[in-house]
T-cell receptor, first 116, second 114 residues
Framework: GDSVTQMEGPVTLSEEAFLTINCTYT??????LFWYVQYPGEGLQLLLK?????DKGSNKGFEATYRKETTSFHLEKGSVQVSDSAVYFC???????????????FGSGTQLTVLP | ETGVTQTPRHLVMGMTNKKSLKCEQH?????MYWYKQSAKKPLELMFV???????ENNSVPSRFSPECPNSSHLFLHLHTLQPEDSALYLC?????????????FGPGTRLTVL
């Protein structure tokens, strides 16, 4: 079945540091890939997405590139801020395996704390 | 209202109570989902409704009963819950067919079972 593996947290960085959160996946078909962010006390918000190989999703200074050859979708940001402190979830949607259920398969989440 | 809304945002209930969680989406979607998020556990998909028909029920105990009266509304009826059911319950919506299944989430209901 489909699965998403994320880098274990928690991750603690100083403000303006470079961020990478690793995400790799296994899927039956050609999935769409997503990063969601969850701020304290809130639901999940879509951060960025990529729907085919070599696509780069970007938003709010975050980027991730869909790498089919390494089955990866690593999240990066060049300079993090305190306000980026949140839990980050990698997810995929595989139309081959999810069928009419249209499920997302989530990773376990990575807690990021940015210190001033 | 825009996006996906959930009420109530917080709920405290005893094990013998009956309560309902409500979700409403204003995005014109036709698929809706209930997820359970517990501390230190992965996000758990509970139920999926596509075109108002339940298409997924991930071995959820019968004390949780979903209802989808139309494509914009989704309920989760709660009865005789256990303390381990305390969690954040998230609702999401998406387009059932085509597209990339980008799901939009509500803010969640924080449920505490005493």
């Amino acid at each position: 079945g489909d699965s998403v593996t994320q880098m274990e947290g928690p991750v603690t960085l100083s403000e303006e540091a470079f961020l990478t959160i690793n995400c790799t996946y296994t899927a039956t078909g050609y999935p769409s890939l997503f990063w969601y962010v969850q701020y304290p006390g809130e639901g999940l918000q879509l951060l960025l997405k990529a729907t085919k190989a070599d696509d780069k999703g970007s938003n709010k200074g975050f980027e991730a590139t869909y790498r089919k050859e390494t089955t990866s979708f690593h999240l990066e940001k060049g300079s993090v801020q305190v306000s980026d402190s949140a839990v980050y979830f990698c997810a995929l949607s595989d139309p081959v395996s999810s069928g009419s259920a249209r499920q997302l398969t989530f990773g376990s989440g990575t807690q990021l704390t940015v210190l001033p | 209202e825009t996006g996906v809304t959930q009420t109530p945002r917080h709920l405290v209930m005893g094990m013998t109570n009956k309560k309902s969680l409500k979700c409403e989406q204003h995005l014109g979607h036709n698929a809706m989902y209930w997820y359970k998020q517990s501390a230190k556990k992965p996000l758990e998909l509970m139920f999926v409704y596509s075109l108002e028909e339940r298409v997924e029920n991930n071995s959820v105990p019968s004390r949780f009963s979903p209802e989808c009266p139309n494509s914009s509304h989704l309920f989760l009826h709660l009865h005789t819950l256990q303390p381990e059911d305390s969690a954040l319950y998230l609702c999401a919506s998406s387009q059932a067919a085509g597209g990339n299944n980008e799901q939009f989430f509500g803010p969640g209901t924080r449920l505490t079972v005493l």
